[in-house]
């Protein structure tokens, strides 16, 4: 019974699942925190990765690995490879301003025929701009830029700082590694023809550099020291994709600390309002997807203000009709991604006597974040893109609040699968893909579909206060 491991190295945690490579069957688990913030030293994701291993019950008996991570995330080693400075991670939006500089100088129509997607605050290409512009020396001495997948898989071989005693191969920059979904979402790199587009690396960072060589989606990264075989890892959203066993049809919303909608698609997508990312999959397709900063932590804030847990939140929302009686819960609380205002404020409308209440509180809350979620699915059937049915994903999709409210805001078959770590699930399935050279078809099940009971009027009253 072959063995095959999966990493998911989020933004606030590694999960590391073991399972049966045949059935797809879960063996052990194993998790370590993160710390929090936008910007974070890569170290933490070594020594957190080690810890769910070891939680995890360790390799000694897994055949293979494979590492799926948070996207888009700068790392930027010298070289000697250490790395100059604490990562950027996704949810840092102090590169707006640069964003908008690289869209002025190539065009909002080029970048996504160039790249598939027209960049934001949260993409790498625009992080390295920033670093360009705010910390020059610093950019100066940037001799390649890595993902945290890409890094997390270099240091797993055995690669690393020159004076690292856990990096006994050494800083052989040349060895980094990614795979086109997250090499995707960096900014510069065409998933369509699989090649880096350096004119834009050199227009952000200044100068060229290595980067992470692109493997297929079955290819092996090499191996550890140990002889476990690795994957060429993921983005978390395509990771989650492979983890679901998503295909054609299918559209997936991800509630975590983001927000996510994406689809596995036949062929690229191309949206130069740059509202769709068209990203690459993990299995050789394509991945248009839409992000949003805000997401389960709106739940949490409101939670909060209201001094409940997240069920009785819940329930004080079942309490409110469809539409919280006009009250609306614009919910930029960090800025907002998509839509792109990252100097934005959450805004609470429509406040009246009979509105501002616990219970309609509650509800606008859900609603708010279903709402903006809603407006990513329209906008990748926009495109094109089919949809028969949603998934729905994410610890906020266990609550039956969330359920009963999603089949009212979508107007779609909405199923819930039974909650499980599907970014590390997906990776798992990599790596026993790369393991068999044949991609498992594992069984997923459904925790809920809820009836369809969709109320129109709560996405129309929610766009009447779209900035």
């Given at each position: 019974?072959?063995?095959?491991?999966?990493?998911?190295?989020?933004?606030?945690?590694?999960?590391?699942?073991?399972?049966?490579?045949?059935?797809?069957?879960?063996?052990?688990?194993?998790?370590?925190?993160?710390?929090?913030?936008?910007?974070?030293?890569?170290?933490?994701?070594w020594q957190a990765l080690n810890q769910a291993i070891i939680a995890a019950g360790g390799l000694d008996d897994v055949d293979a690995l494979a590492v799926a991570?948070?996207?888009?995330?700068?790392?930027?080693?010298?070289?000697?490879?250490?790395?100059?400075?604490?990562?950027?991670?996704?949810?840092?939006?102090?590169?707006?301003?640069?964003?908008?500089?690289?869209?002025?100088?190539?065009?909002?129509?080029?970048?996504?025929?160039?790249?598939?997607?027209?960049?934001?605050?949260?993409?790498?290409?625009?992080?390295?701009?920033?670093?360009?512009?705010?910390?020059?020396?610093?950019?100066?001495?940037?001799?390649?830029?890595?993902?945290?997948?890409?890094?997390?898989?270099?240091?797993?071989?055995?690669?690393?700082?020159?004076?690292?005693?856990?990096?006994?191969?050494?800083?052989?920059?040349?060895?980094?590694?990614?795979?086109?979904?997250?090499?995707?979402?960096?900014?510069?790199?065409?998933?369509?023809?699989?090649?880096?587009?350096?004119?834009?690396?050199?227009?952000?960072?200044?100068?060229?550099?290595?980067?992470?060589?692109?493997?297929?989606?079955?290819?092996?990264?090499?191996?550890?020291?140990?002889?476990?075989?690795?994957?060429?890892?993921?983005?978390?959203?395509?990771?989650?994709?492979?983890?679901?066993?998503?295909r054609a049809g299918d559209v997936v919303v991800s509630i975590g600390t983001s927000g996510t909608v994406f689809a596995v698609t036949d062929g690229p997508t191309?949206?130069?309002?740059?509202?769709?990312?068209?990203?690459?999959?993990?299995?050789?397709?394509?991945?248009?997807?839409?992000?949003?900063?805000?997401?389960?932590?709106?739940?949490?804030?409101?939670?909060?203000?209201?001094?409940?847990?997240?069920?009785?939140?819940?329930?004080?929302?079942?309490?409110?009709?469809?539409?919280?009686?006009?009250?609306?819960?614009?919910?930029?609380?960090?800025?907002?991604?998509?839509?792109?205002?990252?100097?934005?404020?959450?805004?609470?409308?429509?406040?009246?006597?009979?509105?501002?209440?616990?219970?309609?509180?509650?509800?606008?809350?859900?609603?708010?974040?279903?709402?903006?979620?809603?407006?990513?699915?329209?906008?990748?059937?926009?495109?094109?893109?089919?949809?028969?049915?949603?998934?729905?994903?994410?610890?906020?999709?266990?609550?039956?609040?969330?359920?009963?409210?999603?089949?009212?805001?979508?107007?779609?078959?909405?199923?819930?699968?039974?909650?499980?770590?599907?970014?590390?699930?997906?990776?798992?399935?990599?790596?026993?893909?790369?393991?068999?050279?044949?991609?498992?078809?594992?069984?997923?099940?459904?925790?809920?579909?809820?009836?369809?009971?969709?109320?129109?009027?709560?996405?129309?009253?929610?766009?009447?206060?779209?900035?």
């Amino acid at each position: 019974m072959p063995l095959v491991a999966g990493v998911d190295s989020s933004t606030q945690s590694c999960k590391v699942v073991v399972r049966d490579a045949e059935t797809g069957a879960l063996v052990r688990t194993g998790r370590a925190p993160h710390p929090e913030g936008t910007e974070v030293d890569p170290a933490a994701w070594w020594q957190a990765l080690n810890q769910a291993i070891i939680a995890a019950g360790g390799l000694d008996d897994v055949d293979a690995l494979a590492v799926a991570g948070q996207q888009h995330g700068m790392v930027v080693l010298d070289a000697d490879g250490r790395v100059i400075r604490d990562a950027l991670l996704w949810n840092d939006t102090r590169s707006a301003t640069a964003a908008a500089e690289l869209v002025g100088e190539f065009g909002a129509e080029e970048l996504p025929r160039r790249t598939g997607s027209v960049p934001v605050a949260s993409f790498t290409i625009t992080k390295l701009r920033w670093l360009h512009d705010v910390e020059p020396q610093n950019a100066e001495r940037v001799a390649a830029v890595a993902l945290p997948h890409d890094w997390l898989t270099w240091r797993l071989r055995g690669y690393g700082p020159v004076d690292d005693d856990t990096s006994p191969l050494g800083p052989v920059l040349s060895e980094l590694t990614t795979d086109r979904s997250d090499a995707s979402g960096t900014g510069y790199f065409d998933p369509s023809s699989g090649n880096y587009d350096r004119e834009l690396l050199v227009a952000a960072l200044g100068h060229d550099c290595v980067l992470p060589r692109v493997l297929g989606p079955s290819e092996s990264a090499g191996a550890t020291p140990e002889g476990v075989v690795l994957g060429p890892g993921a983005g978390d959203n395509a990771g989650a994709a492979l983890g679901l066993g998503a295909r054609a049809g299918d559209v997936v919303v991800s509630i975590g600390t983001s927000g996510t909608v994406f689809a596995v698609t036949d062929g690229p997508t191309s949206d130069p309002s740059g509202t769709v990312a068209g990203f690459a999959d993990a299995s050789g397709l394509w991945l248009p997807l839409v992000a949003t900063l805000n997401a389960a932590r709106i739940l949490d804030a409101t939670a909060r203000l209201l001094g409940v847990t997240h069920d009785e939140l819940g329930a004080l929302a079942l309490a409110a009709s469809p539409g919280s009686n006009g009250l609306v819960l614009q919910p930029y609380f960090e800025g907002e991604r998509t839509p792109n205002l990252p100097d934005a404020t959450a805004t609470l409308f429509g406040m009246t006597l009979a509105s501002t209440t616990r219970e309609g509180l509650a509800r606008a809350a859900i609603e708010g974040l279903l709402s903006g979620l809603a407006d990513g699915v329209e906008a990748v059937t926009a495109l094109g893109v089919r949809a028969e049915r949603l998934l729905i994903i994410g610890g906020a999709a266990v609550n039956p609040a969330v359920q009963a409210i999603a089949a009212q805001v979508f107007d779609l078959p909405v199923s819930i699968p039974t909650p499980g770590e599907y970014v590390a699930d997906g990776a798992a399935a990599q790596a026993a893909w790369v393991l068999t050279g044949t991609r498992p078809a594992w069984k997923v099940a459904t925790m809920a579909t809820p009836a369809p009971d969709y109320h129109p009027k709560i996405r129309t009253q929610y766009a009447a206060h779209a900035i």
